[in-house]
């Protein structure tokens, strides 16, 4: 839902244009196991695609699904980790989606070796297709953190992502808690990554040194697993599988996650944030505040289809 409102947010700048969306795809092997129901933890899952397609039923807005109907000028996407065929012959504008991952063996793998699927690496790997005209991205600090990775500098633009640009507007909120220890979990699990949770719950416990403990759980995440273990090991936690996760970091004191985007929204607001980057990396990468990346994206897409 992250990569979908975004790119209603792009596309609401180019009205005066034809568009047509759809959920995420592939072709090959990946989209056959899509198709058979095995990859229901990625975004080619159908549970996600199924949310997905409400909201953009529910906003009235054209779909072709796999985007084979027309010959297309443009696609915009949050994702290179994979491209398929028929999309790598069209001009696109790739779009940060937000927090990239870790650079584990594997992102040095598809660094490295063609043979290597990026999508294997993660998010770890965004840019690295070069299969685009155009990449907009959240900050400076991501701008050089891209350059190191090896992205061609001319094809980047510092234009901040449309979801987290205007964090201050999560601080006017109805929601019922405030002044507490906010967790915000992974879907380490659910992606085959290993997560000691319980152990990660009492580290928690001594964090908040006393003070309310509150968990916001992952969409991915199996809620009853999480919940069962979050009344075992800190049974006097609030615990939320819904809601506004960016109001819950705004009436946060100090927010834990590990790399989630989450923490952008609390690095804006000047949270105390614990995460796996030092906090000055956090800030520089942190996107920029500028109300405006969707109108920006959008005018970079035009260039795109004008050059």
Not at 45 to 55: A, E, N, Q, V
Not at 119 to 142: H, M, N, P, Q, R
Not at 164 to 169: A, G, K, S
Not at 180 to 189: A, F, G, H
Request: aromatic residues 10%; proline residues 3%.
């Amino acid at each position: 839902m992250n990569q979908t409102t975004q790119m209603h947010q792009i596309a609401s700048g180019l009205e005066d244009y034809d568009q047509y969306f759809s959920t995420f795809f592939s072709d090959g092997l990946l989209g056959t196991a899509s198709d058979m129901g095995l990859l229901e933890f990625t975004i080619m899952g159908r549970k996600r695609s199924d949310r997905t397609l409400d909201y953009l039923r529910s906003h009235n807005l054209k779909l072709d699904i796999g985007g084979y109907s027309h010959t297309y000028d443009l696609v915009v996407t949050c994702t290179d980790l994979i491209v398929p065929k028929h999309i790598r012959r069209r001009k696109i504008v790739l779009v940060q989606e937000g927090m990239t991952e870790p650079e584990t063996i594997f992102y040095h793998l598809a660094r490295n070796f063609q043979w290597v699927p990026r999508w294997i690496a993660g998010t770890a790997t965004t840019g690295l297709s070069d299969a685009y005209e155009k990449f907009c991205v959240a900050s400076e600090g991501y701008r050089d953190l891209f350059i190191r990775k090896g992205v061609n500098p001319a094809k980047i633009e510092v234009t901040s992502i449309p979801n987290f640009d205007n964090c201050e507007q999560y601080l006017q909120n109805d929601f019922e808690h405030r002044d507490y220890i906010l967790v915000c979990t992974s879907d380490n699990r659910e992606t085959f990554i290993y997560e000691n949770r319980p152990k990660n719950i009492r580290k928690y416990l001594e964090m908040a040194e006393g003070r309310q403990l509150l968990f916001k759980l992952h969409p991915n995440e199996n809620a009853e697993r999480a919940r069962r273990e979050i009344e075992l090991y800190a049974p006097d936690a609030l615990v939320f599988s819904e809601g506004r996760t960016e109001e819950m970091i705004a009436n946060s004191r100090m927010l834990i996650a590990q790399f989630s985007s989450t923490i952008f929204v609390g690095s804006a607001l000047n949270k105390v944030v614990h995460c796996g980057l030092d906090p000055a990396e956090l800030k520089r990468l942190t996107p920029i505040q500028n109300k405006s990346a969707a109108k920006k994206i959008a005018d970079v897409c035009r260039k795109v289809l004008e050059g």
